[in-house]
C-alpha cells in the first residue's frame, strides 16, 4: 500500500493581467522548492474561456465553480483595493477555498501572520508579530515592521517601508517607494500617492501625497488606476 498518495491540486488566479502573469511566476517558484504539484488556471471575465494566457486557460467563474475541489485555492490577482474586495465576496458567497502565494525569497518570521488571500511577492520581509489580514498584497522589496497590522484588501507597493506598530486600514493603497513612521495609522480606503513620507496619522477614505504627506482630496472613486 502506498501510503504517500501523489495528487494534484488546482490553483486559479482570478484576472489575467500583468500581475496575474507575476503572481503565476510565484507559483511555479513556489512549486519548485516546495515539490509542490499544482496545475494552474486563470480566471477572468472579460477574456475568452477557453483561450490562452500566458500559456495557461482561462476558465470563466462558472466553469471554475463547476471543476473546482475542495482542497482547490483561488488566489485574487488584481491590484486594485476595492476590486480585490469585490472579487474576495463573489468568491466567498460560493464558499472557496482561499490561498496564499509566498515568493521563496520572502523572509517572514514565524511570529509573523499571513492570512488567505494574501500575495508576499519577491524579497518582502514581515517582522516579528506583524499581522496581514485577508487578501493583502505585499509587493517586492517592501519591509512589514514589527507589530505591523495590514488590514484586509490593501496593496503594498514595492518599496515600501512601514515602521514598528504601523496600522494599515482595510482597502487601502500604499504607493511605490512610500515610507511610513513608525506608529503612524492609515484610515480605511486611503491612498497614499507614490514616494510620500508620512509622519502623522492620515484619516480614512483620502488621498494623502507629499513629503510631508497631506490629505489632497476624499477618494470618492475608490480607484487608484482610473475608473474601468
Known sequence: MN???FYYMNKYIYCAGGF?????DIVIRENSVKCRSQHVFFI??????GSEFYGTKILSFSEMLFNINSDDEVIIANGEPENRRILWEKNK????KFGK???????VVDSAIINPGCIITAHVIVASNARI??????????????????DAHSVISSMVNLGGGVHIGAGCYIGMGVQIKE??????????????IVFNDIPPGLIALGNPARPMRPNIDKRVFGKH
Open 133 to 150: 489580514s485577508e487578501n493583502v498584497v505585499v509587493n517586492v522589496s517592501s519591509i512589514i515592521g514589527h507589530d505591523v497590522q495590514v
Open 20 to 24: 496575474g502573469r507575476e503572481v503565476y
Open 44 to 49: 477572468d471575465d472579460f477574456l475568452l474561456a
Open 93 to 96: 458567497a460560493c464558499n472557496v
Open 183 to 196: 506608529g503612524v495609522s492609515v484610515g480605511d480606503g486611503t491612498i497614499i500617492g507614490m514616494g510620500s
Open 101 to 107: 502565494v509566498i515568493d521563496p525569497s520572502a523572509i
Open 3 to 5: 501510503l504517500f498518495r
